[in-house]
């Protein structure tokens, strides 16, 4: 098998959990809706904000893999939302934007005609392989969050 197909595979693996990270869909599909609007004594967001904060920095990942124009929003308040209460149907509209957001860049990865390793035309420091291992980092940092906040408010 060539590297780089074995690379992408590792990716793609990667970007769904496995091995030591708890599967993404597990962790999102299963959430209790009745604790996604609640806080941690310390934590500024809670669950459902979380999720959103996912959602918009993968929308941020994929726009500036794919758009040479793309802005991000100014950081950190343009990837977080003000949103205070969010119901059951928020949820899944969420989880639906982030997994389709998720099956775009695993498409990107698994496009044959798609070279990850080669720079990014519009950013050429860059390259497709290092934003979605970024990608791939930040949503394990902040599934391991949302599931530590699972774990807590679930015992209140």
Sequence with gaps: MKKDTIVKKQILFLL???N???PVKRAIKNYPIK???QKISGVEYT???LLDHLARAQRDFLGFISDPKHQS???PKGLWTDKETASGNDWKELSEEFFAGLDEMESLIKNKGVDIFAPIPH???YTIYREALMLASHNS???GQLMLMKKA???K
């Design 16 to 18: 769904r959990g496995g």
């Design 20 to 22: 030591t990270h708890i």
């Design 35 to 37: 604790i996604i609007n």
């Design 47 to 49: 669950p459902y904000q």
């Design 73 to 75: 929003p100014e950081w």
């Design 123 to 125: 950013a050429p420091q």
């Design 141 to 143: 940092y902040h599934l």
């Design 153 to 155: 408010l679930s015992e």
